[in-house]
C-alpha cells in the first residue's frame, strides 16, 4: 500500500469500510468486560481483541483499520503472531490511540484538556515502527449550560493540543485523526449540540492551519449533531442527518478525505440508522463512515462473553454490526436487515 499520507486517509474511508476503534483504555475496557462479567486481564483483552481481528469477512471487507492501544499494538495472538500482523493481513491498516486522557483544567470547574504532548514525537516514531500508519487523540467537550461549559478557554485549549498532534503525526509519517467529542450526556437539545459543535469545529481548523497541517492527510472523528440523552425531547434520525450535514457545510474544509464518526453512547441501532440517513441525503464532499468503539463492540461482547466456545457466536455478532456499518456508509442501510438477522 501506499505510504503517502494523502492515500492512506483516502483507504481509510473508502468504499463503505469503516474503523473499528478498538483502542479503549485500561479502565475503559474493564468497564465493558464488568458488564459481561469477565476479569480484565492481558490474556482476556488479548483474546477478545484476537477474536475480532481473526473476523474474516468483517475485517476483509468492513472494516479498512483498527485503533489499538499501547498494550494491544504490542501484544501477540495466542500463536505467538503479531496482532498488528493479523490486522494487516486482512488487509486492513492498523492505527494506535497516542492521548494520555482528559484531566480537569485548573479554575474551569466541568472542563478537562486532553494530555499527552509530551514526548510525542520519540512515541510516534515507536509506534511507526509498530506498524501504526494513522492514530487518533480524542479531546472531550462537555456541555453544562449551567456552568459556562465548554468555556472558550477549553476549546482553545483543546483544539490546540489537537492540532500539535496531528503536525506530529504527519512529521512521522502518521495520519491524524482528529476527534473533538462533544459529548451527549447531558439534557441539552440537539439545537446546543449544534451551537458547541460549531464553535469547536470551527476553532479545530484554525488551529489546524496555523500549525500548518495538511487536510488532505487528515481524518475528522466528530459527534453527530444529536440531542443530549438526557432531553425531554429526542431528533429522529432525519432531523440528525440534516442538521450534522448542515454543520459540517459550514465547518469542514473539503480538503478533508473522510469524517468517521465517534459513537458516543447511541445504541447499536441508531448509530447505524443516523450514519444511513447522513449518507442517504448525498452526495457529500467527503467520505461520512464510522469509527464506532461501544456500537460495533457491545453486540460481540456479550455474544463472546469471556468463553471460548462463543467465538463463533462473538464473530457473527461483530460481522453482522460491521455488515450493517458498512451499509450505513453507502446509505444503503434498511431497518428490515436488522429484523432478518
Ligand atoms: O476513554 P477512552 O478509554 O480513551 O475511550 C474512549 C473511546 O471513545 C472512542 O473515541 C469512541 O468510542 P465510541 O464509539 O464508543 O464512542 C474510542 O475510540 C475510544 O475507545
Not at 28 to 52: L, P
Not at 170 to 183: H, K, R, S, T, Y
Not at 281 to 295: E, N, Q, V
Request: neutral net charge; hydrophobic residues 45%.
Amino acid at each position: 500500500m501506499s505510504e503517502r499520507l494523502e492515500d492512506i486517509a483516502v483507504a481509510m474511508v473508502a468504499g463503505g469500510k469503516g474503523i473499528l476503534a478498538a483502542d479503549e483504555s485500561s479502565g475503559t475496557i474493564k468497564k465493558r468486560f464488568d458488564v459481561i462479567g469477565v476479569e480484565s486481564t492481558a490474556d482476556s483483552r488479548r483474546d477478545y481483541r484476537e477474536m475480532m481481528f481473526r473476523t474474516k469477512e468483517a475485517m476483509t471487507r468492513y472494516i479498512s483499520g483498527v485503533i489499538l492501544y499501547d498494550e494491544t499494538i504490542r501484544q501477540n495472538a495466542a500463536d505467538g503472531t503479531p496482532l498488528v500482523e493479523l490486522i494487516k493481513a486482512a488487509g486492513a491498516i492498523p492505527g494506535i490511540k497516542v492521548d494520555a486522557g482528559a484531566k480537569a483544567i485548573v479554575n474551569f470547574p466541568g472542563d478537562t484538556i486532553t494530555e499527552g504532548l509530551d514526548g510525542l514525537r520519540e512515541r510516534m516514531a515507536e509506534y511507526y515502527k509498530l506498524g501504526a500508519r494513522f492514530a487518533k487523540w480524542r479531546a472531550v467537550i462537555d456541555i453544562d449550560t449551567t456552568r459556562n461549559v465548554p468555556s472558550a478557554y477549553s476549546l482553545s485549549a483543546n483544539t490546540q493540543a489537537l492540532a500539535r498532534y496531528a503536525a506530529l503525526c504527519q512529521e512521522a509519517g502518521i495520519v491524524p485523526i482528529v476527534e473533538p467529542e462533544v459529548l451527549m450526556d447531558g439534557a441539552h437539545d440537539i439545537d446546543t449540540c449544534y451551537d458547541v459543535t460549531k464553535a469547536t469545529l470551527v476553532k479545530l481548523y484554525d488551529e489546524l492551519y496555523a500549525a500548518r497541517v495538511v487536510l488532505e492527510g487528515t481524518i475528522l472523528k466528530p459527534n453527530m449533531v444529536i440531542s443530549g440523552k438526557k432531553a425531554a425531547k429526542q431528533a429522529g434520525a432525519e432531523e440528525i442527518a440534516e442538521k450534522t450535514i448542515k454543520l459540517f457545510r459550514e465547518t469542514v474544509p473539503a480538503a478533508v478525505p473522510g469524517i468517521a464518526f465517534l459513537s458516543g453512547g447511541q445504541s447499536d441501532e441508531d448509530a447505524t440508522a443516523n450514519l444511513n440517513a447522513i449518507n442517504a441525503i448525498g452526495p457529500h464532499p467527503w467520505k461520512l463512515t464510522f469509527s464506532y468503539g461501544r456500537a460495533l463492540q457491545a453486540a460481540p461482547q456479550k455474544a463472546w462473553s469471556g468463553k471460548a466456545e462463543n467465538l463463533g457466536a462473538g464473530q457473527a455478532a461483530f460481522t453482522h454490526r460491521a455488515h450493517m456499518n458498512h451499509l450505513a456508509a453507502l446509505g444503503q442501510w434498511k431497518s428490515g436487515l436488522e429484523k432478518a438477522a
